[in-house]
């Protein structure tokens, strides 16, 4: 439904229909267990229990796949758990290519919890073609790209690492977190499954937790299907209905991160406190022409920048800004803050932190849709 239009369009309209029985415009929160059945084993639809299926998320699942351009939608409780659920195509011995800078939460899942089940992974920098394609072994079923990476907002060609993944023999996966399915689709990149945390961008108001893949393949699809099913890290219907509420408004949101990311990028370039600036929109990231070749429309609304005078230095500024919130998390319309070494990205050991840049002075900016000139004066004022 509305797959042949604009992207605007989809986001209020793909995958919902008004309510037949009564015309509600709105998706009603189906709060149910479970279905009656008109004989045994006589079902409407698939709906015989609500782990396997329900309404309010399936309209969600095909609004989000909708937006991604493909053809398969799979909600979860949570990122983490859609994560899991792609690993759960693996079995004992084999090997997963890891980007190098990479959501903790995607690190610690492989590292600690699918790692004692006999499944590896190798950590590499994709930005290094190279060293990407040195990185396969016979025994890799599973590249898993994040682009922009987090937190150093590295951009990996997601064309060119999936043309090396699938000569390889290789599934592909992109974690769209940081782009959102308005600034960047990697199905049409050449990935398999894309992941959101909807957490993030698509929940976009900080008061909801989930995650969801997207799949064109079929058989993909059917696998991962029955692993949301089986293992049952499934979202409730009523964090289904406020994600619907909020892909309606994900596309004009975005436009606006985008827009005050760029102005402030530019300032923190410009204040003698700040030893670097990390971009993607900004001409002097490095990998920005990869960026503005497969990014659309925008570079997104996360900014990393380093503070001359390391810890103390990065700690005063976070005290001290009042609009920008101190928190963990990201993509919400308020503007939030962190230090990856302490909070986000402290289950990364400091060695390996230090060899990726994650240095004491770094700080993320996850910059939000106030207006940018509050935003900016209340930079200014903490790094005064």
């Given at each position: 439904m509305h797959h042949n239009k604009g992207f605007a369009t989809r986001c209020i309209h793909a995958g919902q229909r008004p309510d037949p029985t009564t015309g509600a415009i709105m998706t009603p929160v189906y709060q149910t267990s479970t279905y009656v059945q008109q004989s045994p084993g006589v079902i409407i639809e698939d709906y015989d229990y609500a782990r396997s299926a329900n309404p309010t998320r399936k309209a969600l699942e095909e609004n989000i796949a909708s937006l991604e351009g493909g053809r398969h939608g799979l909600m979860f409780a949570s990122g983490l758990a859609a994560l899991a659920a792609c690993v759960h195509l693996l079995q004992t011995g084999d090997h997963v290519v890891l980007c190098d800078d990479v959501y903790g939460g995607t690190f610690r899942t492989l590292d600690k919890v699918f790692k004692q089940f006999g499944i590896?992974?190798?950590?590499?920098?994709m930005t290094d073609l190279d060293a990407t394609e040195a990185a396969f072994t016979a025994k890799t079923k599973l590249c898993w790209i994040e682009t922009p990476t987090n937190p150093l907002?590295?951009?990996?060609?997601?064309?060119?690492?999936?043309r090396i993944a699938k000569a390889k023999g290789s599934i592909v996966g992109v974690d769209n977190t940081f782009a959102s399915p308005v600034l960047q689709n990697p199905l049409k990149l050449g990935a398999d499954i894309v992941l959101h945390s909807c957490t993030k961008y698509i929940g976009g108001h900080s008061d909801?937790?989930?995650?969801v893949l997207v799949a064109n393949d079929d058989d993909i699809a059917q696998r991962l299907?029955?692993?949301?099913?089986?293992?049952?890290?499934v979202s409730a219907p009523w964090d289904c209905f406020l994600l619907l509420r909020s892909t309606k408004t994900l596309h004009v949101r975005v436009q606006r991160h985008c827009e005050n990311a760029t102005k402030i990028?530019?300032?923190?370039?410009?204040?003698p406190?700040?030893?670097?600036?990390?971009?993607?929109?900004?001409?002097?990231?490095?990998?920005?022409?990869?960026?503005?070749?497969?990014?659309?429309?925008?570079?997104?609304?996360?900014?990393?920048?380093?503070?001359k005078g390391g810890l103390p230095?990065?700690?005063s500024f976070l005290e001290r800004v009042k609009l920008f919130s101190l928190a963990e998390s990201l993509g919400g319309v308020e503007s939030?803050?962190?230090?990856?070494?302490?909070?986000?990205?402290?289950?990364?050991?400091?060695?390996?932190?230090?060899?990726?840049?994650?240095?004491?002075g770094l700080v993320r900016f996850s910059v939000g849709i106030e207006d940018v000139g509050d935003l900016i004066a209340d930079i200014a004022e903490a790094l005064d």
């Open positions: 590896t992974y190798t950590r590499v920098d907002l590295k951009i990996i060609d997601i064309e060119a690492v999936a909801v937790i989930g995650g299907k029955f692993t949301q099913n089986a293992v049952g890290a990028a530019d300032f923190l370039a410009e204040q406190q700040i030893e670097q600036v990390i971009y993607p929109g900004r001409a002097d990231h490095p990998q920005h022409a990869i960026a503005k070749k497969q990014m659309i429309g925008g570079y997104g609304g996360m900014i990393t920048a380093t503070l230095a990065a700690r939030l803050i962190e230090h990856p070494a302490i909070m986000t990205h402290a289950s990364i050991d400091k060695p390996l932190r230090e060899a990726l840049g994650i240095t004491d």
